[in-house]
Each structure stands twice: as C-alpha cells, then as structure tokens.
C-alpha cells in the first residue's frame, strides 16, 4: 500500500564509493560539479566524496579561488571544519589566477595544503620568495612547476628549498631566474673553510628540468646539474650562443642526459649552437630543436661520426624566426646510413607542412619503416616514421 512517508533508500557505503569513483574519473569540470552535489545529498555521500572534491580543485576564476582559500584557511574566529581539508589536496594548479591572490596568501596556502601535495603550478603574480619557506615543507612534491613566476626569485634560496624535497621528479624554473653556479666550490679551497660552506644540493630524484633565465656572467662552467638528470628543456633562456652551449653540455654530469628539448622561444639561437649538440651529448635518444635552425652542415658533421648516434626521435620543432626548413630531405636521408643510423623516428611542426613536404617525408617515412623492419621487425609500430606536431 503507498505511504506518503518514504524512508530514503541506504546504499551499502562501496555501492556509494563505486558511484562516486565514477564521478571522479569524469572530465575535469563535470567532475568538480558532480562531486560537489554528491556531497550534498547525505553524511555517507559526504565522507565518500570529499577527497575526491578536494584532490584537485579546479580554481580557474577568482570565485572559486577566494571560496578555496577560505575554506581550507578560515580567517580567525570564523567555524572550522572537523576535517583536515588541506590534508586532502594532491594537486593544486593556480596557473589561471593573476591578481587573484597575494605572496603571503599563497605561502599560507601552501602551509594549510603541504601534508600530501604531489603536483603544484605556481600563478604568475603571487609567488615570491616569501613562499619558500612553505614550499620546501612540501615532502611529498613530485612535479613543480614555476615557470609562469614573473617575479624574481634568487636562484640559491630557491635551490635551497628544493634541497628540502626528496620526491621531487620534474622542476621547470621561473623565466626571471639567474642562474648560479657552485660559487662555493673555488672560495672553499682557497679558505680550507669548513664542509658545510657548499651550494646545496638538488633534490636527489629529479630526473626533469625546465632551465629558463640567464646564466649568470662566467658561471656557466661552474654550474652544477642535477646528478639523476635524463631529460632536460632549455627554454625562454637568455643567451645560448655558441660558446654558452658548448660550456653547458660539456658537463660531465650530463653524460647520462637522454631527452634534450630546445624551445624555440630563447634568444640569441644560431644554427652552429645545435651543431654543437650531437659533439658533446651523443648518448641522447630523444632531440627536439627548431627547424628552421637545422642546415645540411648539421647533417654533414654526423656523417662522419663514428660510431653513430644513439638517437632513436628527431624533431623539427616550432621555428625560431623564419617557417621554413633550410636543409636538404636529401642530406638527411644520407645520414640515416651513418650517423643516424639508430634513428626511428622524425617529427616537424605542422607550420612546414607543404605538398611538396608531406612527398618528401614519404620518402623517409618509407625508408625508417623499412629498415625498422629489416632490423627488429617492427614494421608499423607506431614509433618508427615521420609524424607532425
């Protein structure tokens, strides 16, 4: 007989959990909406859904940042929640925000949200250095990324920050950064001062950087990179003339290096800087440069390398000034018999897509499948060719 008092229906507490995993497995702005009403609907959705709200919240406007901020950092006096809400946070991107925040406020947010911070992306504005301190209690930090930071950030305190960080994998380095080299290394030998007057060092995991800014003036040689670095980008830098190339990769410590990207966005590139490259890093197997910066002397110097490269990815990436390729397809094949011998793969930015390019890298396409067949096999894998970005 129908009741006009319904008892709500009791989901067992893994059916809740079951529906709300896939709540949160849905794309990103449905999924902070979608889980925001599963917490509305009871006490059981609540506790199955507030970690999930709370890992990742996306604060693309103003409004959703200053309603974040005072949930998770309540001004004083204000009602606090019994949960730990910034305990729940793993990532936080603030890469949309401008002047929504302040220095202070977002070193405080950092110290409300430091427990379990995995991915962090610094705004634009309103990170300095009084948020290191902070920062540098971010245990758990994998990825940081400061590469929007307009404000200057002085390289050795920031060093020092990271050094507190042991899981730290991926770092990409504000674009006002002046970097130093390790001024302590000469001054110590000179003063036979104590061990502990040395450059701090970097966090012992981070095999990704992102180096932007300058190098500072004769300190290039005395730069020291991270000792489990494998891949490195060279972007929105200064000055990579030359000499300032062939000081960097000459490192010993980057003999281990095996994915190099020059962006085309530094200043001061010349052809004759990347032909340094393949001279001081032969081990790379992953090389992305500008295209139009690439010449058929490039090629030329690798045709008499022996033994030959190990790189297996060569890409012609987003020009540095002029949306045209200066090498011949021709010089570049000769090579994929000497020195490119191990090479599978070739990518070009689609600004030097033309008819008459897309019919020349048939031809190489045709060739790096063919030889990747005779060799391995592997005919059609979608690693061995030529693709566009």
């Known amino acids: 007989m129908p009741t006009s008092h319904r008892h709500p229906i009791h989901l067992p507490t893994e059916l809740v959990v079951l529906v709300v995993s896939f709540a949160a497995a849905d794309e990103l702005v449905r999924r902070q909406q979608t889980l925001y009403a599963c917490c509305l609907v009871s006490r059981q959705w609540y506790s199955a859904a507030i970690s999930g709200l709370y890992e990742k919240p996306l604060l693309n406007s103003g409004a959703a940042f200053q309603s974040f901020t005072t949930t998770i950092s309540p001004p004083i006096g204000a009602r606090k929640s019994k949960v730990n809400l910034g305990s729940l946070v793993h990532r936080l991107d603030l890469s949309g ?3 929504h ?13 430091k427990e379990h911070l995995e991915v962090f992306i610094a705004p634009r504005v309103s990170f300095s250095g009084n948020s290191l301190p902070a920062l540098s209690k971010c245990l758990h930090l994998r990825y940081l990324d ?3 930071v307009g404000d200057p950030v002085a390289f050795p305190s920031l060093k020092k920050a990271l050094s507190n960080l042991p899981q730290l994998a991926s770092l990409r380095l504000p674009q ?4 130093t080299g390790d001024t302590f290394r ?4 000179r003063s036979n001062s104590n061990d502990n007057n040395t450059e701090p060092a970097w966090p012992p995991h981070l095999h990704r950087l992102q180096v932007s800014g300058r190098f500072s003036p004769h300190q290039i040689p005395l730069f020291i990179w991270p000792s489990a670095l494998t891949s490195l980008t060279l ?12 000081s960097l990769m000459s490192s010993p410590q980057l003999g281990q290096l095996k994915r190099l990207t020059i962006s085309n966005a530094n200043r001061h590139l010349h052809p004759d800087s990347i032909n340094a490259i393949p001279a001081f890093l032969p081990s790379l197997i992953f090389l992305s440069v500008p295209g139009d910066l690439i010449e058929d002397t490039f090629f030329d110097m690798l045709h008499h390398m022996i033994p030959p490269l190990a790189l297996e990815t060569l890409e012609f990436g987003y020009p540095h000034l002029d ?11 000769q090579t994929l ?17 033309s008819d008459q390019r897309i019919q020349e890298d048939e031809e190489i396409d045709d060739l790096l499948e063919r030889r990747a067949a005779e060799q391995d096999g592997a005919s059609g894998e979608f690693d061995v060719g030529v693709y566009y970005m």
């Open 176 to 179: 006002s950064s002046v970097l």
């Open 323 to 333: 949306a045209s390729l200066n090498f011949s397809t021709k010089a570049l094949v």
């Open 97 to 99: 925000l401008v002047h």
């Open 337 to 353: 018999e000497t020195g490119l011998a191990n090479l599978r793969a070739v990518g070009f930015s689609e600004l030097f897509c």
């Open 101 to 113: 925040s302040s220095p202070s406020l977002t070193a405080r947010l950092l110290g409300r949200i």
């Open 235 to 246: 972007k929105n830098c200064v000055d990579l003339s030359v000499e300032n190339i062939g």
């Open 146 to 148: 400061l590469s929007l």
């Open 186 to 189: 000469n001054e110590h030998r």
